[in-house]
């Protein structure tokens, strides 16, 4: 019998799949290098160096930039220890004054090509087909991290058979240098750098060292090290960086290793950011301006292009079942009902098995909501329950409910209403009911209800629609699908000549005063453009690609377009105007003044979903025309573009009712603990976030964070490179917050903090910042 192996998980041919992981034990000799660069990685609560059930989890953190989709992460090669990567360049021959020269047993050796290539994860082959007698080969260039890698090979049959292997080979030289670097060093840093130097031979060695930089100045960067048999030393050379930008180090040791490392220079100052986003459905030109005090080097530009739909209601289906509420209760099961057919649509894939239990419990909420609801909660949960046919319980709610709404229309059509309610109101209303009664016209019996429904409604809107005075109520009863003809006409002249746009040429639907929706609440200007959308998709004089732009531009994340209504609109409106997938490529270009400033390719197929174009924007300053092409064209791509830079402190910041202190340890060693301090003021009732800055190499210690959020101080935090972020709870009147946690610094120098800020987390525009401060580490 033949056997055939594939290497990957998506891809079986005829016999057996093999899936493979090449994984790197990093060596650390001496001082851990980890402690010296203050490497995230090596402290970090899941090791890299152990496997177990969480293997996959690990190696798809260490590799997110080249990281396959989940259902063929199957074969990788993942190096341990600090990445890195670089470029060559020219070496200038610089010995330090008083360097002790060269003995003549050892004459310094041509330098030798630089090592530069040190990938997290290096192969990645979805599909390998062996011979007839199980074999295959795989050509793998290996990186030139130095370490020991360990290959996990696991195979398994058509019918369910398995067999695995472990083997492991080692890269490495007789004599290697290894600088211990920070992933980043802030504008006037001034820091000693370890470098190792490690010796795997059998006696004693003596080499020139010599480390030199391009974007930084080393001192003491030229010298003899002797290092003893099967040993090694560390050696110390600073390094002063004086302005922002990228930075190249080279180390040789004689010549028998060379290494290349790069890392970034960040500015320092008050950050200044000016964002635009919309759609690339056409060309887009923006005004942007620049700060005119801009620190050199600090100016920058990012692009982010993202796919418009597709992005929104994957991160949607991430996002939905955390928000509470009745309406977003119905949200949440409303797209666990149409995720697969939406997502097929616009070519992606659904996980069913997070799709059932979303489904199951937002359907539990609503069946709870369901019991003994008014008119307006009924309209709102019956089109939910009712995309869910194969959920007997769900659908009979979902009929009983849409007929408690058909059987609350009054003689003159209209829907809903109450003493004190507006035309207005009621109008909007009437629209809710319509969406909810045509909703049930999978039966018999709903089609009948319905159809009685929408003449008696169709008369109602006919009646009132000269008294229709603003865009969003018109748009509300376009949406609802319940007039046409004539009607129809007028109602989308209306909303038309309602639209306004930005400057960026962005289009909205405003908010005229004391419009409200059917809750009595104002709806928000993001879930008037949405209606609007709804209502003018078919609309050829309507502005549909600018409307998109600005329903893009004001969708976050975290709390979509705004509460359960808004997003349920909002959802169907980027639905409609971007239901066709992607191309497979998209040629994206960024101009300043008609010159270009970056390029790339947006690629739907593949391993990431945003395109990331960064570059630097010198000579920003004041106003400038930028544009955005797609090439061709797609309504389906959203697009993102930050402009930003950094100006010199002020000498006072206005806190406009926020108020911010950090204190720093006075003195700090490279490997003790020490405490920071911060103290926030804010009106009552405010939740904020608070971004502590932190010099570079300098950890923080978890265990302290976690004590602050079982204390109540706290609700999370985030950790990254030079910061921690804390979100804060909203406190009472007159009621400061104030928190200690412990750090530990692994660099040595004098290192800026960076500023911090505190942020009320509903009014992002809202910031207060202090300076950043030096810390001198021992």
Known sequence: MKRYFVLGGVCLVAGFALNTCVRGLARYEAPSAAALAGDDRMLAKKSLQTFGQNEADEMEEAAAPMAPPPAQSVGRVVGGGKGGGGKDFAMKKAEAPGAPPLPASEPEAPATPGRAWFPETFLFEPLVVTDASGSATVPVKVPDRLTNWRVLALAHSRSGAQAGAVSSFAGTLPTYVDPVLPPFLRAGDVVRVPVQVVNTTGSPVTRPLKVEAQGAAVEGGSRTVTVPAAGSVVEYVTVRTAQPGPVTLRASLGGTDSVVRTFDVWPTGRPVVETRGGTLAAPRTLELVGPESAVAGS????????????????????????????????????????????????????????????????????????????????SLLAEAALVHPDNPVLARLGERLSGQVASAQRPDGTCQGADGWTLQRLLVATADCARAVRAGTGSDAGRRRASGFDARVAGAFERYVTRVQDGYTAAAVLASGGVSGSVRDSLRKQVREALQKRPDGSAFLPVGPGVVRADGLVPSETEATALAVLALVDDKEAPLADLGTSLLADYRPERGWGDGRANLVGLKAALALFKEPLPSQVSVVLERDGKVVTEGTFDAKALREVLALEGAATGSAGKHTWAVRAEPAVPGLGFSLTLGAYVPWRASETGRGLELAVKGPAEVKVGMPAEVTVQAASPAGMALTLRQGLPAGVQVDRASLDALVNEGKVTSYEVEDGAVSLTLPPRGAAEPFSARFRVVPTLAGSLQAGASSLTPVDRPDLVFHVPPATWAVR
């Open 299 to 378: 100016e920058r530009v990012r692009l982010l292009v993202f796919p418009g739909a597709l992005g929104v209601l994957r991160s949607e289906l991430n996002a939905a079942f955390g928000r509470g509420g009745a309406a977003e209760d119905a949200y949440a099961l409303l797209l666990a009902g149409r995720a697969p057919e939406l997502l097929k649509s616009l070519g992606g894939t659904a996980d069913e098995e997070s799709l059932k239990r979303m489904a199951a419990l937002a359907g539990q909420r609503v069946l709870r909501a369901g019991r003994a609801p008014d008119v307006a909660t009924a």
